[in-house]
């Protein structure tokens, strides 16, 4: 698990895929009770958006797809936010590049998250997964 | 019986009100967090930080005044809902000791911070804040982290997130009748101005 004071993200299963072909990769991600990550479209523009990018390599990303917020209402806000809570996933759509190596690999993702409870906030944190890779 | 129920109604009128009591809080979020007793209070640790100009600031340079003391950062939302009356603390109070001390934890910095400054209209000094000044302060690991420091340089109150205005005003105004004088010139139609404990000897 890579595991950050309030959120954590189990660590992917191995991956088998051939040259040329898009594959699902989930992203499991629990966050603690009582907190909220902003939603990768926040409803203010000054809140930090959740954010899953992969590195460049054996995989381009062709989209992620993540679920759908809740809108919630806090005591620090006028309006509702629009959150992640609890136990959610994160789908990244990926293509295995044509002239990708064959063999053993690594991709390497980075989800930007950062959260608050109802009362106060967490610094922005970036926590790195690694998806283990078989190329065909 | 009817001493019973005498009893149960003197019980019942106790619990409304201290239930009224508390809903009529101003402090809706965290406890009232008063002020610590002079002994245990202890000395707010000297740091170094650039304002929006450049120019550096120590925590020194407000020696003999009550200082607020806010961590804070631009995507924090309980942070902008104490701002405004912050701004409000300084108005009031700056004449007569008092200053807010804002310390921004962007990590894109200026960029960031000085058009936030300039929308949210603030009147007291804005410093880049940094991890080597957060751990000085315990880390400040949550925002908003106020610290409110007495005329003596010392901490004596606390607050991680979001807090009551009376609270903080309270305790700025406890603060500020403590050591310290401030003259009153309102008799010759100047500002009061405020002579440091220090310059006395208290401490």
Redesign the interface.
């Known amino acids: 698990m890579a595991q950050t004071s309030v959120l954590s993200v189990a660590a992917p299963e191995k991956v088998t895929a051939k040259r040329g072909t898009t594959i699902e990769v989930k992203t499991p991600v629990l966050l603690k009770s009582g907190y909220h990550v902003n939603s990768h479209t926040p409803s203010e523009s000054y809140l930090i958006p959740l954010r899953l990018t992969w590195e460049p390599g054996p995989l381009e990303t062709i989209g992620v797809m993540f679920p759908k917020p809740h809108l919630e209402k806090y005591e620090f806000s006028a309006t509702p936010l629009s959150v992640f809570t609890g136990n959610f996933e994160i789908v990244s759509k990926l293509k295995v590049g044509a002239g990708a190596a064959t063999g053993p690999g690594m991709a390497l993702g980075k989800l930007r998250y950062q959260a608050c409870n109802h009362n106060s906030c967490l610094p922005p944190k970036v926590v790195e997964i690694k998806l283990p890779l078989v190329i065909q | 019986m009817s001493s019973i129920y005498i009893r149960v109604l003197v019980a019942a009128c106790v619990s409304a009100v201290l239930l009224l009591s508390a809903c009529n809080s101003s402090n809706?979020?965290?406890a009232a967090a008063s002020t610590k007793p002079e002994k245990d209070r202890k000395l707010a640790p000297e740091f170094e930080l650039k304002d929006a100009d450049g120019k550096t600031v120590r925590l020194s340079d407000y020696k003999g005044k009550v200082i607020l003391l806010d961590f804070w950062?631009?995507?924090?939302?309980?942070?902008?809902?104490e701002i405004p009356w912050f701004i409000q603390f300084e108005r009031t109070y700056k004449d007569k000791g008092f200053a807010v001390i804002g310390v921004a934890?962007d990590?894109e910095g200026w960029p960031v911070v000085k058009p936030?400054v300039t929308e949210m209209a603030i009147n007291y000094r804005i410093l880049q804040g940094n991890d080597s000044v957060a751990q000085l302060y315990g880390g400040v690991?949550?925002?908003?982290?106020t610290f409110l420091i007495d005329r003596s340089g010392k901490i004596a109150a606390t607050h991680?997130?979001?807090n009551g205005k009376d609270d903080f005003e309270n305790g700025i105004k406890k603060l500020m009748e403590g050591p310290g004088i401030v003259q009153e010139r309102a008799s010759a139609g100047l500002p009061g101005r405020f002579i440091p404990a220090v310059l006395f000897g208290a401490n």
Not at chain 2, 73 to 81: E, L, N, R, S, V
Not at chain 2, 141 to 145: G, N, R, S
């Open positions: 809706p979020v965290n950062a631009t995507w924090c939302g309980p942070c902008k809902i934890m990590e936030f690991e949550a925002l908003p982290t991680v997130g979001l």
